[in-house]
């Protein structure tokens, strides 16, 4: 079992810039590197959507093209944490936002909600115009 808990997130004015972060607990210590993470968002009426994700070993990361050159994802294995810096954020970008893990032997990541099995509790973002 893993447990993910964000911090982050807040009413920003659109240009500006946030992080998130999220960080594991629940699995052992040495096995952080095993969890590829995702961040994911959904705002009101829509679906959740992949907003971007990175390897165990942080070697290689991807995002959806809304988010592409603004957002960046990020790790620290030793704090067992993954972070989304956000820039130049626009009002459509206004959701909540949420972390996601699953425990993998491969080396790569995953852009579809159900390759995910662990979520955070969610964390609002709010970009005014």
């Known amino acids: 079992q893993v447990t993910l808990v964000q911090s982050g997130g807040g009413l920003v004015q659109a240009g500006g810039s946030l992080r998130l972060s999220c960080t594991a607990s629940?699995?052992?210590?040495?096995?952080?590197?095993?969890?590829?993470m995702g961040w994911f968002r959904q705002a009101p009426g829509k679906e959740r959507e992949f907003v971007a994700a990175?390897?165990?070993?942080?070697?290689?990361?991807g995002y959806a093209d809304s988010v592409k050159g603004r957002f960046t994802i990020s790790r620290d294995n030793a704090k067992r944490s993954v972070y989304l810096q956000m820039s130049n954020l626009e009002p459509e970008d206004t959701a909540v936002y949420y972390c996601?893990?699953?425990?993998?032997?491969?080396?790569?990541?995953?852009?579809?909600?159900?390759?995910?099995?662990?979520w955070g509790q969610g964390t609002q973002v709010t970009v005014s115009s």
């Open positions: 990175i390897t165990r070993s942080g070697d290689s990361t």
């Open positions: 996601a893990t699953v425990v993998a032997g491969g080396s790569g990541y995953y852009r579809r909600r159900d390759d995910y099995d662990y």
């Open positions: 629940g699995y052992p210590f040495t096995s952080f590197g095993r969890l590829v």
